[in-house]
């Protein structure tokens, strides 16, 4: 059975950091992803990481803010965020894509974690 079992998300004031982790089982991805949707908004892409190589694909919005690296002898991929603003308060979810791409729309990814609340205080 997959699993994709996200953490680390909460309450952070403005300029603060998170770290998300991911823990992943039931088989091997090509690709992990993070998304994030806000009340209201479309499922956004936040960046990927292809789990062969370790190469890491970011949204323009959060490149030199978040980072995306992972533990292999965990299966897990982490997500840290600095400089958190406001606007990134959010549902942040963990994908997988079974194959090696990183497709920037939501849709394209075949297993999801069941997100976890990022809100950031001004």
């Known amino acids: 059975q997959v699993q994709l079992h996200e953490s680390g998300g909460g309450l952070v004031q403005a300029g603060g950091s998170l770290r998300l982790s991911c823990a992943a089982s039931?088989?091997?991805?090509?690709?992990m992803a993070w998304f994030r949707q806000a009340p209201g908004k479309e499922r956004e892409f936040v960046g990927a990481?292809?789990?062969?190589?370790?190469?890491?694909y970011y949204a323009d919005s959060m490149k030199g803010r978040f980072t995306i690296s992972r533990d292999l002898a965990k299966n897990t991929v982490y997500l840290q965020m600095n400089s958190l603003k406001p606007e990134d308060t959010a549902v942040y979810y963990c994908?997988?894509?079974?194959?090696?791409?990183?497709?920037?729309?939501?849709?394209?990814?075949?297993?999801w974690g069941q997100g976890t609340q990022v809100t950031v205080s001004s």
């Open positions: 994908t997988a894509h079974t194959l090696g791409m990183v497709p920037r729309d939501w849709y394209s990814y075949n297993y």
């Open positions: 039931g088989r091997a991805f090509g690709t």
């Open positions: 990481m292809r789990w062969t190589g370790g190469s890491t």
